[in-house]
C-alpha cells in the first residue's frame, strides 16, 4: 500500500526554523507532482508550495522568501525548510502528491496523515 509519511512538525519560536519531510513509501514508479498544504484551526486548507517532477516549483505569496520546496525523486520524497517562521504560520502541514504511479496502481492524489507546526511569539 502506498503512503505518505510526514515528519519534523513541532514546537518553536518566532524567527527559527523547521523542515518538514514527507516520503512516500510503497513500491512507486514515478510521482508528478508533490507538494505541502496547511490548514489553521477555522480556516480551509490552502497551499504552501508544490514542486513537480522536473522541480518547477510554486510558492504562496505568504512564504515566499521565507520557505523552500524541494524534493528527492530517487528517494520519494519531498521537503519544506521552514524559516524565519511567524506565528500565523501555525498549523497542521499536510504532503500530497498527485499523479502517483507504483506497482499496484495509479493514485491521481494522495493525502499524508498531517503534522503539526506551532510557533510561539
Known amino acids: 500500500q502506498v503512503q505518505l509519511v510526514e515528519s519534523g512538525g513541532g514546537l518553536v519560536q518566532a524567527g527559527g526554523s523547521l523542515r518538514l519531510s514527507c516520503a512516500a513509501s510503497g513500491s512507486i514508479f514515478s510521482i508528478n507532482a508533490m507538494g505541502w498544504y496547511r490548514q489553521a484551526p477555522g480556516k480551509q486548507r490552502e497551499l504552501v508550495a508544490s514542486i513537480t517532477s522536473g522541480a518547477s516549483t510554486n510558492y504562496a505569496d505568504s512564504v515566499k522568501g521565507r520557505f523552500t520546496i524541494s524534493r528527492d525523486n530517487a528517494r520519494n520524497t519531498v521537503y519544506l525548510e521552514m524559516n524565519s517562521l511567524k506565528p500565523e504560520d501555525t498549523a497542521s502541514y499536510y504532503c500530497?502528491?498527485?499523479?502517483?504511479?507504483?506497482?499496484?496502481?495509479?493514485?491521481?492524489?494522495?493525502w499524508g496523515q498531517g503534522t503539526l507546526v506551532t510557533v510561539s511569539s
Open positions: 500530497n502528491a498527485r499523479g502517483l504511479s507504483g506497482s499496484r496502481g495509479y493514485y491521481p492524489e494522495l
